[in-house]
């Protein structure tokens, strides 16, 4: 069984990329399962804090992602950049300092994100990379743009753009044979 852990970028009830993330763990083919976890129970990073110990919570999603196969992060676009929750999960993931290695280092990540706004999460993907490059993560190499999110998700937070849902169904089958291929 492939294991994917599946985070989205936003802690807001009606997120259009946790609606995403849903549909898309809807798509993995039978022998995948994408577990969708969540960081809205992190802090906000304090170095204090961290020399206390990690919170429960990181700790927790910190080994699910070393046991993973994949994560997939379906994130927001705030100002042209990532959002300040997501970046702080991942500052918190990879602490204490080297640890990042340990939970990012060669392992196989997409991101993909949904918006109001006519550009997709273009320039908050572009954010994320170096990120992910400077924590050694594989870094699929499709994009996944959703724009106009309100006109393809509806108030229940379902994917109801058929050419939405091809071109998601397509990015994740993408993604998850880049991890196939990595376990090999």
């Not at 906000?44 to 997939?72: H, S, T």
């Not at 929750?85 to 991101?111: C, Q, Y």
Request: glycine fraction near 10%; aromatic fraction near 8%.
């Amino acid at each position: 069984m492939l294991t994917l852990i599946g985070l989205s970028g936003s802690l807001r009830r009606g997120s259009f990329n946790s609606a995403v993330l849903r549909t898309a763990a809807t798509m993995v083919p039978a022998d995948c399962e994408l577990r969708i976890e969540s960081i809205a129970e992190f802090p906000l990073y304090n170095g204090d804090v961290e020399a206390e110990g990690l919170p429960a919570p990181v700790m927790r999603l910190k080994e699910l992602i070393v046991a993973a196969d994949g994560l997939l992060l379906v994130s927001p676009e705030y100002n042209y950049s990532v959002p300040g929750v997501a970046k702080n999960a991942i500052d918190w993931l990879s602490r204490p300092s080297g640890e990042g290695a340990r939970v990012f280092g060669r392992k196989p990540l997409a991101i993909a994100g949904a918006s109001p706004g006519g550009f997709g999460t273009v320039r908050g993907q572009s954010a994320w990379l170096p990120v992910f490059r400077a924590l050694g993560a594989d870094l699929y190499p499709r994009e996944l743009l959703i724009s106009r999110a309100a006109s393809v998700i509806d108030a229940q937070g379902q994917v109801i753009d058929a050419t939405t849902r091809e071109n998601l169904a397509a990015f994740v089958a993408g993604f998850v044979d880049h991890v196939r291929a990595r376990k090999r």
